[in-house]
Nanobody
Framework: QVQLVESGGGLVQPGGSLTLSCTVS????????MGWYRQAPGKQREVVGF???????TYADSVKGRFTISRDNAKNTVYLQMNSLKPEDTAVYYC???????WGQGTQVTISS
């Protein structure tokens, strides 16, 4: 059974940084396309970005230049490095595996002074 477990969420001041991790089990992680999504209160879930099995990332316009997605296949982990955080980045962030449309449980990120 494929499982995705996120960690690293929390409360950060505007302009700060945070790194989320998503550790994957039960799959050949190195061939998986992975993604990050987020859902703010009262809004639909939206894509943050993706990373291919080869390590090529793509990003939503709203986070381009501020967020970085990377992966460590030896650790079966995908990361979301978030810089220059804004209050509008506040959301529950979800890890996603393309193959099988598998979701993690989500981790809360709150940007507030």
């Amino acid at each position: 059974q494929v499982q995705l477990v996120e960690s690293g969420g929390g409360l950060v001041q505007p302009g700060g940084s945070l790194t989320l991790s998503c550790t994957v089990s039960g799959t050949m992680f190195r061939i998986d396309t992975m993604g990050w999504y987020r859902q703010a209160p009262g809004k639909q879930r939206e894509v943050v970005g993706f990373i291919t099995s080869g390590g090529s990332p793509t990003y939503a316009d709203s986070v381009k230049g501020r967020f970085t997605i990377s992966r460590d296949n030896a650790k079966n982990t995908v990361y979301l490095q978030m810089n220059s955080l804004k209050p509008e980045d506040t959301a529950v962030y979800y890890c996603w595996r393309a193959q099988g449309n598998v979701w993690g449980q989500g981790t809360q990120v709150t940007i507030s002074s």
